[in-house]
């Protein structure tokens, strides 16, 4: 029987595209920094259902939000979130609690609002994706 070099490359290849950290969802999910800025979009567009479904547990009342102080913004205008790379807040392997450092600014009709904190996330009970479990977000001074 033939045997070929392909296939352990292969499987050598397969192994080196999957970042461990992002292991605990599907290969090919879209990383929590892009779920995050997905986020902030429907925010921005104040789409509740979508902004809602990103929380493994959405806030029944925004005012009670992780980060209320995003969500109740009045009059935005632009809003950029900035994340840096994810660091494991538990011992799995891989990790099923990424803590994702942020920064973001949000442009209202009195001016500009910096925050930075950080959101953690977890693997969505299907494993497809990751949800937001918590976030902690505090004013910046310029």
């Known amino acids: 029987m033939p045997t070929t070099e392909a296939a352990p490359q292969a499987a050598t290849v ?3 595209a999957i970042d461990p950290l992002y292991g605990a969802v599907a290969l090919g999910s879209e990383p929590p920094s892009a779920m995050l800025n997905r986020y902030v979009l429907d925010l921005l567009n104040q789409d509740k259902a979508r902004s809602d479904a990103a929380w493994a547990y959405a806030p029944a009342d925004p005012r009670h939000a992780d ?7 009045p009059d935005v205008r632009n809003l950029r979130l900035d994340s840096d790379v994810p660091l494991p807040r538990d011992d799995g392997q891989p990790p099923r609690l990424l803590e994702v450092p942020v920064r973001i600014r949000a442009m209202t009709a009195n001016g500009t609002i910096r925050y930075h904190g950080w959101y953690r996330v977890q693997p969505s009970a299907d494993g497809h994706g990751w949800q937001i479990q918590s976030a902690s977000l505090q004013p910046t001074l310029d």
């Open 14 to 16: 397969d192994a080196i």
């Open 67 to 73: 980060d209320a102080a995003l969500r109740l913004l």
